[in-house]
Structure formats: structure tokens, C-alpha cells
């Protein structure tokens, strides 16, 4: 999986970009499916935030973790991605199961029709 690190008002060096790696490496194997991640960390009136966004089994998933000291902000956006990414799972596992047909009766007209009435 490609993970994308990119600061905003911010630098990112490469201990951070390792760490940040390294955080998503765990996502990254409990979802093989992933191919790719965005992660932005961006520094605003002295709060961290990390966005991160993904596109899984069709749909994008974005999620936001913000704190005061970046690696904080960066494992909240994991927790946050992680349970968004397993919901989506859940979704799609149960799109799976068969749903039950309705069973309508019969219309009165159909079976007069059907009939042999000569």
C-alpha cells in the first residue's frame, strides 16, 4: 500500500514520515484491499490536525484527528480510519446475505386469465 504524507504549514521529515508509515502499515494489513492513502498533517493557530483519506470497496472514507501535539492527532485519524474502514466491511459483508423474497399472492385477474373459459 502507498501512503502519501504531505504538511501544510508544517514540515514533515523523514522520522515523521516513517512513524506516520508505520501507524498505517497495521491498517494496511487487516485491509489488503487498500491501494493507497492520503495522509495531509496540518498545523493551524497552534492545533495539529491529519487528515486522511481512501477510497475502499468503492467508496471514500475521509476522517480528521486533531490535537495540540502532532502524533496524538496522527493516532486519532488511525483509530478514526480503522473503525470507518470496518464499518465499511461490515457493510459490504452484509450486502451479501441473501434478503428475503416477498411473496405476493396471486391477483384475481391472472388466474382468470390463465383460465380456459370456452
Known amino acids: 500500500m502507498k501512503i502519501n504524507v504531505s504538511g501544510h504549514h508544517c514540515d514533515i521529515s523523514e522520522s515523521v514520515k516513517d512513524d506516520i508509515t508505520q501507524k498505517f502499515s497495521k491498517i494496511a494489513s487487516h485491509f489488503p484491499t487498500l491501494i493507497a492513502l492520503d495522509v495531509i498533517v496540518t498545523k493551524e493557530h497552534g492545533e495539529y490536525s491529519a487528515e486522511v483519506s481512501t477510497k475502499y470497496e468503492g467508496s471514500s472514507i475521509a476522517v480528521k484527528g486533531k490535537g495540540a501535539v502532532m502524533y496524538p492527532a496522527v493516532s486519532q485519524a488511525a483509530k ?7 464499518h465499511r466491511k461490515g457493510q459490504l459483508k452484509g450486502d451479501l ?3 428475503p423474497s416477498v411473496t405476493t399472492p396471486e391477483i384475481a385477474h391472472e388466474i382468470i386469465q390463465g383460465m380456459d373459459l370456452t
Not at 80 to 86: H, I, R
Request: charged share 40%; net charge positive; no cysteine.
Open 80 to 86: 478514526k480510519l480503522d473503525a470507518a474502514l470496518k
Open 97 to 99: 446475505h441473501q434478503k
